[in-house]
């Protein structure tokens, strides 16, 4: 399923990575898991993309997707992953194996990822530091002395402070805000053209919460790396992101640039969405309006759209039939949605 | 929970395999076909009879009886199987009286040798020095090791539980007491532990006091494993908001004790309780394998085993040595059920 | 017993209240040092009114919260309770057969809905407990009971057959409700409830609270980190850092005019959800204080971008700026600081 062919208004260049139709299923003794069931995005250079979704929406597992780390008994099962190399190389991710070389350089090479709990991703034994020099070495050519100074450096870009010292440090002598800094400062140490943070601020406090993702900006602009953001929180992802694609149930039901997406969403389900959040701007002990019903369990999805028992606009017969597909229905907004299928894009 | 256990291949095998051999245990004396204590020193030392099943095309089991010569060398007699005398072997054949499942008298065994001459009998598994058949001895053998491997556990389980839960429970000096005693009594090296315990058992003693007194000797170690499996739930548990939740909504201590914390444990209890039977088991049979433990006339398998410490068994009655079979594929089994209960109760592992 | 100074409207007064940890090192376990986790906290809560005590970790909110029930004996101050009968009880210094009737009286509704539900027991049993504990009413009475309940909480009576683990985060957060209201408390205090709840589910959640006030009159303290769900049903917040109340105020002069440098960077690093209002943002630096090892004076005068000395010398008390606006802030009547628009 291709996304705007022409991409957010002011993208002259080609996605540098694109998924096309992504289905990843967990085979369970229980049943079939469709975590991700049909997912399409496209991710530009020096642009941040947010996918947002609330629990079972199937992000995390894309993310883990477009990186071949989804643990079994998941797998990648259809679809595209493609890679854009500067030189317009197209490399299909979901064809290689998982474990092959050429993917191990594309993690953290290309594509680095951090995550929510930045405690599990630092070995609790080993300084992060040790760390920091070996995944240096891992990808570039240095000896250790030169690697320990780039770690150096690389601590000091990311406003860790006295980092000479902190990184003979373990884990969990550093605050969270602190591991978080220095977990991104581990995904950047090889220049990845793209950056995956899952959740990278959920766990912390929202004053901690501020700094990082204002970090996370500036080395953007430094940088010029791609960022996708995986959150649950429609606040940080206005604060942050240029796109924003909002998945339910495994499925991208919109694309668009992110005053797009806030100020005229298209898909019922995003409305809805922006309709319930809490907000800081609301007046004192006001109602919030709820979308009915709950999100289903993984082994009873609907059938046809996946949003259709608690959508307002539902349609029988047609909603509860057909799966709608992702397509334009404005200039850079993609929506899955039967509303639009008549009008055309 | 059940559910999870039930697709463990290898720990519903090890569940059936245990289930054999306790119903052994139950069924001794019908699976045995000769007086376990029955000596007769002219038989010592005959190796296993073949059981044939087939004679002149029609099923009709039999062995082959024994003919004894005198060696002109050694003036020991010797006997040798003798095709010519064909034993019929009989299912369900009378034999010496017993009590089935101890209250019904009966004579009746899975096999025997009925209608044959007085001085004819069965030995499937050889016999040993003393002519006792084997076979018979190691139905009874069965029966003691895996009953000592069940009133051992019992012991560690209610030891373990209190004084695990007290630990756990409330914390402060009785765990940190608890706890040092716990880890003294792992650091002294159980053989030598033992053997000075065992040591200081009175000779007059009956076998059963011995029996008893043996299994609260393995079990003075044994509880402490238990004990930390209960204390590490206990203090998970007290934690969690559920609990507190039952605080404040007026629950006496008992009443969360039995209603709240009691279920959530008891799956990994069953589990640690199953693992520990084999190390009982293992226990007992390396005591008595030593002397230590229980002594002729009782029998176990250790006491089995420990008969077969030299080498003649080695080298001309290897067969002397068949006790340790069970012994492995017991432990083995039970290794697999409780993995299999361990994993079902808690896949996570935490 | 001291009776709060009022007219007999505050159901709640806390007084000076402290918690201290001991942190112990070594092989004997010698105490080295306290964790300061409450410090000295005051705040009352008016009959059928919410007051949230919003701050992020390690300020305290949680630990107050729990002194107030008492699942956690204070170390120091009071807290004082008007009963149903009439008399104010000190919570903190009850004995423990007294406070057993007591607890029927206020009641906890927890944060995560996974654990707070014994997952071996059934809806009925859970929603049950306190009933049975406090021997109330027989087994037919108490069934009618959590029907009634579990339709109060917009449950389906039937679902009281089943195990949590069939049921969604949102429901089990309905049934932590449920068993919380069974002995029609007066005070509820609610540990973050939403926190763990998808966005969605936030609001059915939060609606339900509203409507449960309304209907039984229900006084809530509200233990939040997240201001735009405090701002949805508080009717007075109070800021926290570090073990210490730094603001208190009705909610709207507290968002729109904050006086307190920390509430003013709180308000600011919230993420709004609306791209067009990525305006500047006030970012402290470092990270939160250690409660183990707070800063002498004013906690907050290292990462405060109006610290004069004073703050580091004196720490300052919290009084009235305004009627009823509460700082604890030595320069509180000269700042002028932003809040959020409405």
Known sequence: ?345 | MWWRFRRHKLAMLGTAVVLLFYAAVLFADFLAYADPSASEAQRGLLPPQGIHWMRDGRFAPHVYGLAGKRDPMTFKRVYTPDPSQKIPVRFFARGFEYRLLGVLPTTRHLIGVEGARPEDTLFLLGTDEQGRDLWSRLMYGTRTSLTIGLVGVAFSLVLGVMLGGVSGLYGGLADTVIQRVIEIVRSIPTIPLWMGLAAALPNDWTVMQVYFAITIIISLVGWTELARVVRGRFLALREEDFVTAAVLAGSSQTRIIVHHLVPSFLSHIIAATTLAIPAMIISETSLSFLGLGLRPPAISWGVLLQQAQNIQALAISPWLLVSAVPVIIVILALNFMGDGLRDAADPYGH | MTAPGDGGTRLLEVRDLQKLFPIRRGFLRRVVGQVRAVDGVSFHVERGETLALVGESGCGKTTTSRCVLRAVTPTAGQILFRTAEGPVLDVATLARRQLRPLRRQMQMIFQDPFSSLNPRRTLLDIVAEPLVANRVGDRTERIERVAELLRLVGLRPEYMRRYPHAFSGGQRQRVGIARALALNPALVVADEPVSALDVSVQAQILNLMLDLQAQLGLTYLFVAHDLSVVKHVSDRVAVMYVGRIVEMAETEPLFGAPRHPYTEALLSAVPKPDPRLRAERVLLEGDVADAANPPPGCAFHPRCAYAVERCRAERPVLEAVEPGHFVACHRARELRLRGVAR
């Open chain 1, 1 to 345: 399923m291709a996304t705007s062919a022409a991409g957010v208004a002011g993208h002259l260049a080609r996605p540098i990575l694109e998924v096309r139709d992504l289905r990843t299923y967990f085979f369970q003794d229980e049943g079939t898991v469709k975590a991700v069931d049909g997912a399409g995005l496209s991710v530009y250079a020096g642009k941040t993309l947010g996918i947002v979704g609330e629990s079972g929406c199937g992000k995390s597992v894309t993310a883990r997707s477009i990186l071949r780390i989804v643990e079994r008994p998941g797998r990648v099962v259809s679809g595209e992953i493609l890679l854009r190399d500067r030189d317009g190389r197209e490399r299909d991710l979901a064809r290689l194996d998982a474990e092959s070389r050429e993917m191990r350089e594309v993690r953290g090479g290309d594509i680095a990822l951090i995550f929510q709990e930045p405690m599990t991703s630092f070995s609790p034994v080993h300084t992060v530091g040790s760390q920091m020099i070996e995944t240096i070495r891992l990808h570039q050519e240095l000896d250790k002395k030169a690697a320990r100074e780039k770690a150096i450096e690389m601590f000091g870009l990311v406003g860790i402070p006295r980092p000479e010292r902190r990184i003979d440090e373990y884990a969990f002598q550093l605050s969270g805000g602190l591991r978080q800094r220095a977990m991104i400062a581990l995904a950047l140490s090889c220049a990845p053209r793209i950056l995956i943070a899952d959740e990278p601020t959920t766990a912390l406090d929202v004053t901690t919460q501020a700094q990082i993702l204002a970090l996370l900006t500036r080395l953007q602009q430094r940088e010029g790396m791609a960022i996708i953001l995986i959150t649950h929180n429609l606040g940080v992802v206005a604060e942050t992101c240029d796109e924003v694609a909002v998945m339910y149930l495994g499925r991208v039901v919109e694309q668009g640039p992110v005053d797009a997406i806030f100020h005229t969403p298209r898909h019922p389900y995003t409305r809805a969405l922006l309709r319930s959040i809490p907000s800081i701007h609301a007046p004192v002990r006001t109602r919030l309006p709820t979308i009915a019903g709950s999100i289903p369990h993984p082994y009873n999805r609907p059938p046809g759209c996946p949003f259709h028992p608690r959508c307002p606009d539902f349609m029988p017969g047609r909603c509860d039939r057909a799966d709608p597909a992702l397509r334009p229905v404005a200039p850079a907004v993609d929506a899955a949605c039967f509303l639009y299928e008549d009008a055309g894009a």
